[in-house]
C-alpha cells in the first residue's frame, strides 16, 4: 500500500512547553490509522499540526510525497487532507446545507453538488435537516454534520479528532460504523480517540501516544493491540 | 410630528449606514474599530475636493470616496489591527483610538481646521411634496441608499459563497480556516466593505449637515457606534433598527424636550435598553460551548 503521510520527528511547542517530542508515524493509502492514548498526551496537537492549525517547531509532515510544514490550515484542505476537529466545531447560527457548502469552499460548485449527494447518501439525517440552523440539532447530529462537512472538501485523508466526545453509547456505535463506511468508499482515515475500545476494534493499525512520544514497543497491528495485556491495562480499564 | 419623523428616519439612516461597518467588523474581527467615524470625515473630504477642486460631477466624487475609503480601510486593517490579531482586546482597542486620532491630526494637517462648506450635491433633483410639506431629496435619497445598502449586504451574506464564508469566519475562525477559508483576506473584505459604506455615509452626512472639518466623523461615528450596540452588535439588521430608532430619538429630543439634551436623552435610552436586553434589541446571545 502507497504511502499517504508520512509524519517525521515532529516537535510541536506551546510556548515553552513541549507537547508533542519528536514523533513519527505514517499512514497508507486506504487504511484506518488510530492515535490512542491518556488526555494531555498530545494526540489532538498532532492532529492539529498536521491539519495545520498549529505550527511544528521542527520536523517534516509529508503529504503524497510534498512537505507541508508550516502550510497553513486553509491550503493543507486544498492538498486533500480534511480535519474534523474536537467539538465538532460546526457553525451553530449557519443551517445545515450552508455548513457542507463551507466544506467544499475549495470546491467548485459543480463539485460540491455531487459530493453533497455523496454526503447526503452517507448521512440521511442531514438530508432531513438540511435547512435547520446546526446549533439546533442535537450532539450525534452535529458530530455527523462535522464528519460531512469535512468530507465535502473532498479529501483523500479524513483526519477525526474525538467523534465520540460527548456522545451516548449507541450514537458512538453508528458514528463508528460511519467511520468504516466512508472507508470502504475510499477516504483513508487517521482518528484520534479517548474511546481506545472502540477505535481499536475499527482500525487497521494504531500508535499510542505517552506525554508526547510516541510508545514505539505498542505500536501496530490494531487487532493485535487490541489483545495486548499491556495496552488492556494502561487504556482498556483492564 | 411627521417633519421630526422624517428628519429622524433620514439621520438615522445615516447612522444606520455608519453602524453597519461597526457590526461587520466587529461580527468578523471581534474589535470596535473607533476610526470608522473617521473614515467617513476623510470620505467627505475626498468627495468635497473633488467637486471644489477637480470639478468633477456629483456621482464621480462619490466614486472617489468610495475608492479611497475602501484602500484606507484595507491599509488600516493590514497596518494597525492585523499585527495585532492575537493581543488582548483592549490593545487593539487602544489602537483603534490612536488610529482615529492619527487620522484626525493628518487631516488637520493636510486640509486644515478651517470648516469646509459641503456642496448641496443634490441640488438638481426634485424633492418630494407631501401636503404641506417639503421632502428634501437628500433625505429621500439617503433612506434610499440606506434600504439599497442593507439589502445588498444581506443578500451577500445569505447568497454568496464569500458572504457566507464571511459568516463562518465570524462564529469560529478557526473551524472556517479549516474549510480552505482565508481568514486574514476575509477580514481585510470586511474592513474594505465597511469603509466604503462609511465614504458613502460621510458624503450623505455632509450632504445633509453641509460642515466639514477634521473632527466631523467623531460624534456620528460614536453615535453610530451606539445605534449598533442599541440594535445588538454584529447583527445587519440590528444596526438598521438601531441607527434608525437613534435618529428619530435624537430628533424628538431636539424638537420637544431640549436641543442640549437631545445627545443624553439618545444615551439614556442606550442604557435602558442595556439594562433590559444587554445583547441589544436583535442581538442574539452567544452561548458558551464546553
Known amino acids: 500500500m502507497a504511502e499517504m503521510l508520512k509524519v517525521e520527528d515532529l516537535h510541536v511547542y506551546y510556548g515553552s512547553i513541549h507537547a508533542v517530542k519528536g514523533i513519527s508515524f505514517e499512514v497508507h493509502e486506504g487504511e484506518i490509522v488510530t492515535l490512542i492514548g491518556a488526555n494531555g498526551a498530545g494526540k489532538s496537537t498532532t492532529l492539529n499540526t498536521v491539519g495545520g492549525l498549529l505550527k511544528a517547531r521542527s520536523g517534516h509532515i509529508l503529504f503524497e510525497g510534498k512537505d507541508l510544514h508550516g502550510v497553513p490550515a486553509n491550503k493543507v484542505v486544498a492538498e486533500g487532507m480534511a ?51 446546526a446549533g439546533t440539532l442535537s450532539g450525534g447530529e452535529q458530530q455527523m454534520l462535522a464528519m460531512g462537512r469535512a468530507l465535502m472538501s ?15 453509547p449507541i450514537l458512538v456505535q453508528q458514528i463508528f460504523d460511519i467511520i468504516v463506511d466512508m472507508n470502504k468508499q475510499g477516504t483513508t482515515i487517521l482518528l484520534v480517540e479517548q474511546n481506545a475500545q472502540m477505535a481499536l476494534s475499527i482500525a487497521n493499525r494504531a500508535y499510542i501516544l505517552e506525554t508526547g512520544k510516541i510508545n514505539h514497543s505498542m505500536e501496530g497491528d490494531a487487532a493485535d493491540l487490541l489483545n495486548s ?3 488492556k491495562k494502561a487504556y482498556l480499564g483492564g | 410630528m411627521l417633519a421630526n419623523l422624517i428628519n429622524g428616519i433620514s439621520l438615522g ?5 455608519i453602524a453597519l461597518g461597526y457590526t461587520m467588523v466587529y461580527g468578523i474581527a471581534k474589535m470596535l474599530n473607533f476610526a470608522h467615524g473617521d473614515v467617513i470625515m476623510v470620505g467627505g473630504y475626498i468627495a468635497f475636493y473633488s467637486i471644489t477642486l477637480m470639478g468633477w460631477p456629483p456621482a464621480l466624487a462619490v466614486l472617489a470616496a468610495i475608492v479611497v475609503c475602501t484602500a484606507l480601510g484595507i491599509v488600516i486593517e493590514r497596518l494597525a489591527y492585523k499585527p495585532l490579531r492575537s493581543a ?19 487631516a488637520l494637517l493636510l486640509w486644515t481646521s478651517n470648516t469646509k462648506v459641503f456642496p448641496n450635491i443634490f441640488e438638481k433633483l426634485p424633492g418630494l411634496r407631501l401636503g404641506a410639506m417639503q421632502i428634501a431629496p437628500v433625505t429621500i435619497i439617503t433612506v434610499l441608499a440606506n434600504i439599497v445598502i442593507m439589502v445588498t449586504l444581506t443578500l451577500f451574506t445569505t447568497k454568496t459563497k464569500m458572504g457566507k464564508a464571511m459568516r463562518a469566519v465570524s462564529e469560529d475562525k478557526g473551524a472556517a480556516t479549516l474549510m480552505g477559508i482565508n481568514v ?17 455615509a460621510g458624503v450623505l452626512l455632509c450632504t445633509a449637515y453641509p460642515t466639514l472639518q477634521p473632527t466631523t466623523g467623531s460624534m456620528p461615528g460614536i453615535k453610530a457606534f451606539t445605534a449598533a450596540v442599541f440594535g445588538g452588535i454584529g447583527s445587519i439588521p440590528g444596526a438598521m433598527l438601531g441607527g434608525i430608532l437613534l435618529g428619530v ?6 424638537a420637544y424636550v431640549s436641543t442640549q439634551l437631545s445627545d443624553a436623552i439618545v444615551f439614556a435610552v442606550l442604557i435602558i435598553v442595556l439594562l433590559v436586553k444587554p445583547t441589544g434589541l436583535l442581538g442574539r446571545k452567544v452561548n458558551e460551548k464546553v
Open chain 1, 83 to 133: 480535519l474534523c476537529p474536537e467539538g465538532r466545531r460546526v457553525f451553530q447560527h449557519m443551517t445545515v446545507l450552508e455548513n457542507l457548502e463551507m466544506g467544499a469552499y475549495t470546491r467548485s460548485s459543480a463539485e460540491a453538488e455531487e459530493t453533497l449527494e455523496k454526503v447526503y447518501g452517507l448521512f440521511p439525517r442531514l438530508k432531513e435537516r438540511y435547512r435547520q440552523v
Open chain 1, 154 to 168: 473532498r479529501p483523500k485523508l479524513l483526519m477525526l479528532d474525538e467523534p465520540s466526545m460527548g456522545l451516548a
Open chain 2, 184 to 200: 486574514n483576506r476575509t477580514i481585510s473584505l470586511t474592513f474594505a466593505i465597511g469603509s466604503g459604506l462609511a465614504a458613502i
Open chain 1, 229 to 231: 495485556e499491556e495496552v
Open chain 2, 13 to 17: 439612516s445615516v447612522y444606520a449606514i
Open chain 2, 88 to 106: 488582548t482586546s483592549l490593545a487593539v482597542l487602544i489602537t483603534a483610538i490612536g488610529v482615529s486620532y492619527f487620522l484626525q491630526n493628518a
Open chain 2, 249 to 254: 430619538i435624537e430628533i424628538f429630543g431636539k
